[in-house]
């Protein structure tokens, strides 16, 4: 599976769009990139998946260039509620029998 | 729909004494995955289930952990006898397969080795 790089933390202000970029140089061709958001005392959620261009969803919007070494999470307006850990993930998932492989992934604090 | 349950949701324990943590994972998902949340670093898978058949246990440390899923459904993993470095959250999450949207996780259990 291929290794991603994610700073390690990043802090935003309520209302302010937040972009966390992923980066996955060794990408597959049949690999997809996944996000998930972990709150404290809570599993992993899935935020969104995708393989190129973009996808966007009620929660967020993932950007992936035409060479898809990097991704970028984006997170419209956050809030308070938008503190979390956020985890990118990259593995070929429709095959079956494929296992998630976190990183240590991005801590967003978001404040007032 | 209800989620993956898990239980406990805290335990502490003294080192070298054993525990077991219980998973029902979410009705008819085939796949279920145990990992190991350390402190401050993301999940480490540790098993992973397709009905009741182990797909990949590689990461399991098998001298003290062992895991189980009868029947499909409910999985158990037991840890004995534990160690100060297996204090933990202990995370279990179910996928009608392996792959794509489906991975649910449970709030875990944590577990605290004195």
């Known amino acids: 599976l291929a290794k991603t790089t994610q700073p390690i933390s990043m802090d935003s202000y309520e209302g302010q769009e937040v972009n966390i970029t992923c980066s996955h140089n060794n990408i597959a061709t049949n690999d997809y990139i996944t996000w998930y958001q972990q709150f404290p005392s809570q599993g992993p959620r899935f935020i969104i998946q995708g393989y190129k261009t973009k996808v966007t969803n009620e929660v967020a919007s993932l950007f992936i260039p035409a060479d898809r070494k990097s991704s970028t999470l984006s997170l419209p307006r956050v809030s308070l509620s938008d503190t979390a850990v956020y985890y990118c993930?990259?593995?070929?998932?429709?095959?079956?029998?494929?296992?998630?492989?976190f990183g240590t992934g991005t801590r967003l604090l978001v404040s007032p | 729909e209800a989620g993956v349950a898990q239980s406990p949701r805290y335990k502490i324990i003294e080192k070298r004494q054993s525990v077991a943590f219980w998973c029902n994972p979410i009705s008819g998902h085939a796949t279920l995955y145990w990992y190991q949340q350390i402190l401050g670093q993301g999940p480490k898978l540790l098993i992973q289930?397709?009905?009741?058949?182990?797909?990949?246990d590689s990461q399991l440390p098998k001298d003290r952990f062992s895991a189980e899923r009868l029947k499909g459904v409910d999985s158990t993993l037991k840890i004995q006898p534990a160690k100060l470095e297996d204090s933990a959250v202990y995370l279990c999450?179910?996928?009608?397969?392996?792959?794509?949207?489906?991975?649910?996780f449970g709030s875990g259990t944590r577990l605290t080795v004195v």
């Open positions: 999450a179910s996928s009608p397969r392996a792959g794509t949207y489906g991975y649910t």
């Open positions: 289930f397709q009905n009741n058949g182990v797909v990949d």
């Open positions: 993930l990259v593995g070929d998932f429709d095959t079956g029998f494929q296992k998630l492989v």
